[in-house]
């Protein structure tokens, strides 16, 4: 396969429209889908020892979230149709949705109407309700996992760390630890406690704090610092960042973002 295919197994790719850190997302066809899809492309490089590490955990990723997909079957969250994993690439299909994620509303300059967050949060947390209905933890919620566009409609992607409950098993349980986004992990999965849906609360909470904010709650300097303000969990009230926020909505932004998952909502159907 070359730098820049054309066709990958029965997909004919149209053109480039995202590109990140690991993968490389086309908007493709194929025969038997009547929509477009978007195909995302992982390459593996194995030249580097911690390469290959990666490698391998990337994988592992990819099957999850073609597992914990394919149980999944709701409007505001992104649908998997195919997952191929060969020696040196592998690939997601799924519905190409054409938004963009909830990053480009996180700042001061860019602040949505306060209606139109709480519609947006409002579909997410339908959204991680069903999907622990059916036994699934998130554990990745964050702005750039959540897509919307023109029309305010939402979709949730990446499950690839999602947390399947059911399973109970050392190796679904550990194995993303040292993965995810400390900003918006909640303090029990810092410390590596038994997760359920108050973990996804908390990261939406987070994510609700953003938006309504225009910046992020947790910040610092490295990781490690991070982590200690999100465990540390001492979170401003939001009508000091925005006067017009309602006391009603701050009250659940204060619960949602509760360090202690019994004082928060105790499911995103709640929320």
Same mark, same amino acid.
């Given at each position: ?6 066709k ?33 492309l ?26 914990v %997909?394919?149980?999944?079957? &709701?409007?505001? !969250?992104?649908k +998997? #149709?195919d997952?191929?994993?060969?020696? =040196? /690439? @592998? $690939?997601?299909?799924?519905?190409y949705?054409?938004?963009t ?5 996180c700042s001061?300059? %860019?602040?949505?109407?306060? &209606?139109?967050? !709480?519609?947006? +949060? #409002? ?5 991680? =309700? /069903? @999907? $622990? ?28 760390l999602?947390l399947?409950i ?10 993303i ?26 990261a ?24 200690a ?12 960042r925005?006067?017009?926020?309602p ?24 929320m």
């Amino acid at each position: 396969m070359d730098n820049s295919p054309e066709k990958i197994g029965k997909y004919k790719l149209i053109r480039e429209v995202g590109r990140g850190a690991t993968a490389t997302v086309y908007l493709a066809e194929h025969p038997q889908y009547p929509d477009p899809v978007a195909l995302k492309l992982v390459r593996f490089d194995d030249k580097a020892k911690d390469e290959a590490k990666w490698n391998r955990r990337l994988m592992k990723l990819l099957r999850a979230e073609r597992d914990v %997909s394919s149980r999944l079957d &709701h409007p505001n !969250i992104i649908k +998997i #149709f195919d997952t191929t994993v060969e020696k =040196d /690439y @592998a $690939y997601i299909v799924m519905e190409y949705f054409p938004g963009t994620t909830l990053e480009q509303y996180c700042s001061f300059q %860019s602040l949505l109407p306060l &209606h139109r967050v !709480i519609g947006m +949060i #409002f579909k997410c947390a339908m959204a991680l =309700d /069903y @999907a $622990y209905r059916q036994g699934i933890v998130h554990r990745d919620i964050k702005p750039a996992n959540i897509l919307v566009d023109e029309h305010d409609n939402v979709k949730i992607t990446d499950f690839g760390l999602a947390l399947n409950i059911s399973k109970k098993s050392a190796a679904d349980s550990t194995f993303i630890m040292g993965v995810g986004s400390p900003a918006y992990m909640s303090p029990e999965q810092i410390e590596g406690l038994e997760l359920d849906a108050r973990s996804d609360v908390f990261a939406l909470g987070a994510v609700l704090w953003e938006l309504l904010a225009g910046e992020r709650l947790f910040v610092a300097e490295t990781e490690s610092e991070t982590l200690a303000r999100v465990s540390a969990c001492e979170v401003p009230d939001i009508r000091v960042r925005r006067s017009d926020v309602p006391e009603g909505v701050a009250a659940l932004v204060d619960r949602a973002l509760a360090r202690d998952p019994a004082a928060r909502f105790s499911t995103a159907q709640e929320m």
